[in-house]
């Protein structure tokens, strides 16, 4: 697997540098300008990809919301007309010329502008809280050079084009999905991006520690990737397995949610295996080793059933055992709201109060499984992770002080240079999650920052929340001490 994906990548980078020529001289167009998070989240889409966990793993149950008609917030998400102009991939022009095709729109008028009922979902706000730390100073070149030491690209746009300058190799395919899905944002909404420049780390640690700039003087730099935390400010952007994770057979996210809800109507949810479930890779980080000693043993039962996912094994079998809506055969405890707090340091004592709690408790955990589905199904649908994107590159682009230009190294960017060379999955996934026409309604409209004494509550609602799921905690294994 590791050849392909490494001709995969250099069938995409090695092609010749972008250059821009004019009569008798060699240009670049310049472009015009266009919280602390407290450890109530980790960070937007890492909390986003955590309630899609649980709907992957079964404890949220689908089968029920399959209609979204009656939602006023997807109203201005409508099918598109029938008549409507498709744009598929343009392999034979780019087989032939190696330069991205012009027959796509540069431009678009919606059918629909946004209603008051298609506000942002409210983790939108999370975008203010992220940008804050230059709103004061700004975005200058030299911040987002600072940016290159740890990225694995840098991208830029510009009059409605995409470019792109590798530095380094990503894990498997991560950069090439990632461009993939700002390649389809383009489609999306073309021409309705701004000129930016940005710095891209694909790997998953945030880098950029808040207690290194605290002094004046001492700006961040904008550092984009999939995950941040309250002690960081990296930028979060959408996971690129959003377009689907080739390496492990894991399709693009608007397959993978049909999937889940065809597995939930598979087992009912009172019929499910009353533990709580995870698969995974126990190497990649010390708490994930350390949550393997919480599976069942002859001596314990912590109410887990913890499995170790074998990537490598499963490749060599084709993905049988990693399909997601196979998966949904467990029911899990969510109580508060979407997810249930578990100590860092007694995971295994908190995993077994968490099952007994919501086995005691069936209905209430049921509820909670229920309203995650409808945040699934509402709030994460394509349709937002695009409107997501859109405004945070949108405000980002607010923020810079100076004129963008396509760097000397840089590549023009395309869906056709990226899927035409491809095979196997990678294609496949790529032609799966092709946008091939632009959408036929307006971005949904973007919701004010928190107000502080908003976050304040929000915090402080996070923190109670937790402590009285401690105190019930504590209580059971009080009780089951005094048996003993």
Known sequence: ??????????????????????????????CKKRTPLSSTLLLL???????????????????????????????????????????????TTWNHTKTCPKNYPTSYKPAANPSPE???????????????HWKQTGITKEMVEKARRTAHFRLTILDGKVYVEKFRESIQTRALFTMWGIAQLMRWYPGKLPD?????DCDDRPVVQSKDFRQPGSEPPPLFRYCSD???????????????????????????????????????????????????NPHVCPWRADLMKCNVTNQNDWNTRLYVQDWVAESQKGYKQSNLGDQCTHRGMIPQHHYWPVRENAKCRSLKFAVEWGNNHAEKAKAIGEAGSRFIHEDLKMEYVYDYIFHLLNEYAKLLKYKPAVPPNAVELCSESMACPADGNWRKFM???????????????????YQPQELKAFIDGKLKATKEVEAWENEYWDKQNKKH
């Open 1 to 30: 697997m590791k050849g392909h994906e490494e001709k995969l990548m250099k069938l995409f980078w090695l092609r010749p540098a972008f250059q821009r020529h004019s009569q008798g001289s060699n240009w670049w167009r310049s």
């Open 230 to 280: 309250w002690r960081s400010l990296d930028i979060v952007f959408p996971d690129w397995s959003f377009w689907g994770w080739a390496e492990t057979n894991i399709r693009p996210w608007r397959g993978v949610l049909k999937d889940i809800k065809e597995g939930n109507k598979m087992v009912k949810w009172e019929d499910r295996v009353p533990y709580a479930y995870w698969k995974g």
């Open 45 to 91: 889409f890492f909390f986003l990809l955590f309630i899609s966990l649980l709907s992957y793993i079964g404890w949220i149950d689908l089968a029920k919301f399959g209609g979204y008609s009656s939602q006023k917030t997807l109203q201005n998400f409508s099918k598109k007309p029938t008549n409507t102009l498709e744009f598929p991939l343009d392999c």
């Open 118 to 132: 298609s506000t942002c979902p409210g983790y939108f706000r999370w975008i203010h809280e992220d940008l804050k």
């Open 196 to 200: 930016l420049e940005l710095m891209f």
């Open 431 to 449: 032609e799966e999650s092709l946008e091939k026409s632009p959408s036929d309604s307006a971005p949904c409209t973007m919701p004010p920052p």
